[in-house]
């Protein structure tokens, strides 16, 4: 039976889905856009863009398709950063000609991880829209070594390293901010496969405290855990299998996330369905749902406990909070105008207000969406205008808080770790171990 579109569209090579082709001259036009959006995505001239709720304020979006309840982080204890700089709030900072004009840096609370994914390089700005690190500078990769297509990247539990998913190139990277090297890798560049120290199209590879990495493993359909240092499996979970389809936890739908929840477990998002999964570090899977009114879902993770966000990779794309049943809270999706999103990947909740952190691949930009009002009020990186100058971006597709708000400092304390013991309740041959968990076992 030939697919429908809907289908076709996820069902699209990674690599394809990520590769935006330009053609004929290109014409580049600047905009200068006051973010002060509407949720119809046309200008909104009375509100103020630093007008943000308290944490923890219970609000109605203004496209009256839910009630948000704005929370503050998640996490254990209180994160400290260990990077060998300062990560100031943007509260005592004012915007630089990096940023569209309207920028609010106040709604930051510290600096920003950007992986910019056509560019190969990862940036840290400051609010104010100043780059205070990048990476590769020449001279930071070894002989031989490439650094390629960053699809993601997350500082880790330590607050000093960063681990960045290059998909398209199949490996995943550990790079020291202070000493600007890559300190591990896992994954043969350029040769995606099954095998020992192999990947295919990894995605959204994160440490957990004890050393350990989860990421998903879209083209294998499965969620992979790897011990510190090695390159081979600890743990996958699900077959390893090209025949990727929504039945986990033996098979998933091309997962395209793994992230950390509260309660030890991880939100699971599968592309194929349109599928979000709860499930326990022993492949116990506890409830499945669709992000309501999504085409693609990417990177769902979780806002605060029983709410959790999605990006919807579309052309226009929206971001949806949404409940384990599929009760929508909140949606932000203009279909036009300059609020309009082109196939955003990440979308995260900034901790210290409940605003949300989005890289708008396809418009080459970053942005920070007040819920409240439904409204950009931080944006780094010209409006559909690739670039690596200063306040240019080409396709990012991966953003992260600085330490303390990074993703993984402030869920450290209650990340779950692989048990070494798949949940007696999953089929045979669902987890499998070390060299049985490749094409060579």
């Excluded at 209180?78 to 004009?101: D, E, I, K, R, V």
């Excluded at 090695?230 to 979970?237: F, G, S």
């Excluded at 390893?240 to 091309?254: A, I, L, Q, V």
Aim: glycine share 12%; proline share 11%.
């Amino acid at each position: 039976m030939t697919p429908s579109p809907r289908a076709r569209t996820r069902t699209l090579s990674i690599a394809q889905r990520r590769r935006r082709t330009i053609a004929g001259g290109l014409v580049i036009v600047v905009v200068a856009v006051l973010v002060t959006i509407a949720t119809s995505g046309t200008a909104h001239p009375t509100a103020p863009l630093s007008a943000h709720r308290a944490a923890g304020s219970r609000t109605r979006s203004s496209t009256g398709q839910g009630v948000r309840t704005a929370r503050s982080g998640s996490g254990g204890s209180t994160p400290t950063s260990a990077l060998p700089f300062a990560s100031g709030s943007g509260a005592t900072m004012t915007a630089g000609p990096n940023l569209a004009p309207g920028s609010n840096p106040a709604v930051l609370p510290s600096d920003v991880l950007i992986a910019d994914n056509y560019a190969s390089r990862l940036l840290i700005v400051n609010p104010a829209g100043t780059i205070v690190w990048q990476f590769p500078q020449p001279g930071d990769l070894a002989p031989g070594q490439t650094f390629e297509f960053p699809d993601d990247a997350f500082f880790t539990p330590n607050g000093r390293d960063i681990i960045a998913t290059e998909e398209n190139d199949q490996v995943i990277s550990i790079i020291s901010v202070r000493q600007h090297r890559i300190l591990w890798r896992y994954g043969t560049p350029g040769v995606p496969g099954s095998g020992p120290n192999q990947v295919d199209n990894p995605d959204d590879a994160m440490q957990l405290p004890n050393g350990d990495i989860v990421f998903a493993d879209i083209k294998n359909c499965s969620t992979v855990f790897v011990s510190p240092g090695a390159h081979v499996p600890l743990e996958r979970i699900g077959l390893r299998d090209t025949n990727c389809y929504h039945n986990p936890p033996m098979r998933f739908g091309s997962p395209n996330g793994a992230f950390p929840m509260t309660n030890g477990n991880y939100l699971i998002t599968e592309i194929n369905g349109d599928w979000a999964d709860e499930m326990t570090p022993s492949g116990h899977v506890l409830w499945s749902t669709h992000p309501p009114g999504v085409l693609y879902p990417s990177d769902t993770n979780e806002v605060s406990p029983g709410v959790y966000i999605t990006a919807d990779y579309s052309d226009p794309g929206q971001v949806v909070e949404f409940t384990k049943t599929g009760r929508l809270l909140w949606r932000y999706g203009p279909r036009s105008g300059p609020g309009m999103l082109n196939t955003p990947s990440l979308c995260m909740p900034i901790p210290t207000n409940g605003d949300i952190l989005c890289n708008d691949d396809s418009n080459d930009r970053v942005v920070v969406i007040d819920p409240k009002t439904d409204t950009i009020v931080w944006q780094y990186g010209h409006t559909g205008v690739v670039g690596t100058a200063p306040g240019y971006l080409h396709q990012p597709d991966g953003v992260d808080l600085a330490p303390p708000y990074s993703l993984l400092v402030r869920h450290g304390p209650t990340m779950g770790v692989p048990t070494g013991t798949c949940w007696p309740g999953n089929p045979p041959g669902t987890c499998t171990y070390g060299l049985a968990a490749t094409s060579a076992g």
